[in-house]
């Protein structure tokens, strides 16, 4: 067996390495992601002041800190036995909107679209938001950086500080919005909400309009057939903030669907030797390894996991995109992972109705932001991050102190799924250990549609090219080295 | 000259967060008022908006090199880097972030930034304390900035 190894990958900046085993003849045998998971959470987490837990743990990530910090301000809104007035819920989820709003941008423009925008095809090098902005121009770049900026604003304005928010408290928020805040802010929003509707015309465009896209999006190797997982509000539609838990079938059925506290009922965690990853699987079918399909209880989590998962959207023009969407790709569940891309634009759109929604809602200047919290004890909070599902669970003890603490991040949510991508994009395009730039692309796209999150400890200086491929023989010695610029 | 300081790392990843630990330990140190020290916790794009409006930058950040040691420290003009890593997965690097800025002509634009890397190994457990080796380190970095500054 052969072992070809890209890493690291080019812009998904992490650690992440994809070993793909080839057999005898050259063709994919299987392909593993190896994610170094960050170690020590539970310990570290242990004994801390329970009120840290928002700022310690917006920490672990550098760009979902607001998932983080929210996943734990419920979880303690939980563990304080507290219900935070209506309108704290509404500034948090305002604030949550934009960080919706900034990081779908910067992965449509930066990270998933060069793919589209520039091509599959193309080099490396252009393959990045300087191609994007070769081919879409320089005003299409400045409206990038605005908004981007803008939905940071709305985050540090709510939050209190920039990138990091410091405002969570369990029972409410620390910090209100003054009337010239909401000037401010609805101005941003209406400004986020042109460049959406814009930025699904541009998808329209260049994606819809172009038969080779369109066909790669529904070809076999990017198709999984998993069930699908994301928050719901009481009318199933999707919410980032709050709601239950559901999850839906290959034929777009109600499988389930939960408050968070019964996460342990029907989540179990699958540990692989030979892996850094944990696989995540769904109770009442199993583990049936990795394979998709009714009787395997993989699932998937963000955009895509979450449009299926819901019964639509609730804003009217997300909506009406939404149906777009399953129409033109066929139907509810859409099974196409680099359908991903589509749905993280609906999304985009959805965050800025709902901000106008919340900017504009007479409770968001209220000062009832905060509630007494009761007696510390269990706690289990979730949100919807970017990329998926987030839940934080902690156990505080009768002086406020962390006891236990435990996590299930979007990414290990994805963790099944993500690997088979993998794999069926790596069969789909190496053949007889062929392997071009251009093909190998393509496996990253399957893995860099769901926005992956690694550990943010990369202050890492690479000793070589973007891109380096390993081919080590059937005992794993190193029988070849190449780089790809 | 215009200058920042700035530490990027994480503070709950030990030796990661060398970058901000240098800051502490320069807060001792430095008088110059036009010097800013700053930290960050952050990358690419938001490094971008930390830095706009400053002539010189000098960063210090946790750095893994193939062939060097932890504790090791070492100058770098963002040129000699094939890529500055954000400090997260999702964002671009930082020089990605700054051509863009130039190609998008954007006014405030720094004109010299280096780059003071701290070699480090371990930034995968979670730890608010540098390790011994890294922890030494952080005199040397903290004389190389005031080195550095001397030019400005």
Known sequence: MKTITIDPITRLEGHGKINIFLNDHGDVENAYLQIPELRGFEKFAEGRRAEDMPQITSRICGVCPVAHHFAATKALDAAFHVDPPAAAKKLRELLYTGYIIYDHILHFYFLGGPDFVVGPEAPAAKRNILGVIEKAGLDVAKDVIKHRAYGQKITAILGGKATHPVCGLPGGVSKGLSKEEVVEIKNMVASCHTFAKFTLNLFEDVVLKNKTYVDLIQSDPYTLKTYNMGLVDKHNKVNFYDGLIRVTDQEAQELEKFDVKDYTKHIAELVEEWSYMKYPYLKSVGWHGLTDGKTSGIYRVGPLGRLNAADGMATPQAEKEYKRMFDTLGGKPVNSTLAFHWARLIELLYATERAKELIDDADITSTHIRNPVGTPGEGIGVVEAARGTLIHHYHVDKKGLIEKANMIVATTNNAGAITMSVRDAAKGVIHKGHVTEGLLNKVEMAFRAYDPCFGCATHTLPGGLPMTVNIYDHRRKLYKTFSQP | ?152
């Open chain 2, 1 to 152: 000259m215009k200058t920042i300081v700035l530490g990027v790392g994480n503070p709950i990843l030990q030796d990661d967060g060398v970058g901000l630990h240098v800051i502490e330990a320069l807060r001792e140190r430095l008088t110059n008022p036009k010097v800013t020290l700053e930290t960050a916790m952050t990358g690419g794009m938001n490094l971008l908006d930390l830095i706009r409006g400053y002539e010189k930058v000098i960063l210090i950040d946790a750095v893994k090199q193939l062939g060097s040691h932890p504790g090791e420290v070492k100058r770098f003009k963002l040129t000699d880097l094939p890529t500055v890593h954000s400090c997260n997965p999702h964002d671009v690097s930082l020089s990605e972030a700054l051509q863009l800025a130039e190609q998008l002509k954007e006014p405030q634009l720094p004109s010299s930034i280096i780059l003071i890397g701290i070699t480090v190994d371990n930034t995968y457990e979670f730890g608010e304390h540098l390790s011994s080796t890294v922890a030494s380190a952080v005199p040397k970095a903290v004389n190389l900035v005031l080195e550095e500054l001397k030019n400005t």
